[in-house]
């Protein structure tokens, strides 16, 4: 096999990788967080929109796989794909992958016990859990930064 061939191979596996594993991440957390959404409403069905914006905080995870993946095709594009850099498309594709997989994951458990505080009558339980959210999701922004600056090294 032409290592161009290969190069190829390992970028857009890299890329399949990425969009999937973030984009799962994102749809697991979601689900929870929907899940506790749906709970809240059964005992106040005014508190539908607070349970929309904290079901919609793990979903950028996938967002970020989507970006990342943009980012990964203007590469690929761009020709002349060597198995190096066929490689740091891998890397850190998967690296950006995993990270949004298990930070959507866990912020929409994060969320969906926000949620439940929420339905038990602790009013300040909203603003706490954006807070808390905001853990998983600085390493999922870390791991896009990380994306970028592996893909710099491309030449």
Partial sequence: MDPVQIGYILAFAGCGLMLGLAGSGSAMGTVEAGKATLGLIKKN?????????????????????????????????AGDMSVMKGAIILGSGLGLGLAGFFSGWYQGKVCADGLNAIAAGRTSAFGNTMVLAAFPEFYAILSLIGLILMQGLIK
């Fill in 45 to 77: 069905p005014e508190s539908f929109g607070v349970g929309i914006l904290l079901t919609a905080v793990p979903g950028t995870q996938g967002i970020y796989g989507f970006v990342g993946f943009f980012l990964s095709l203007a590469r690929i594009q």
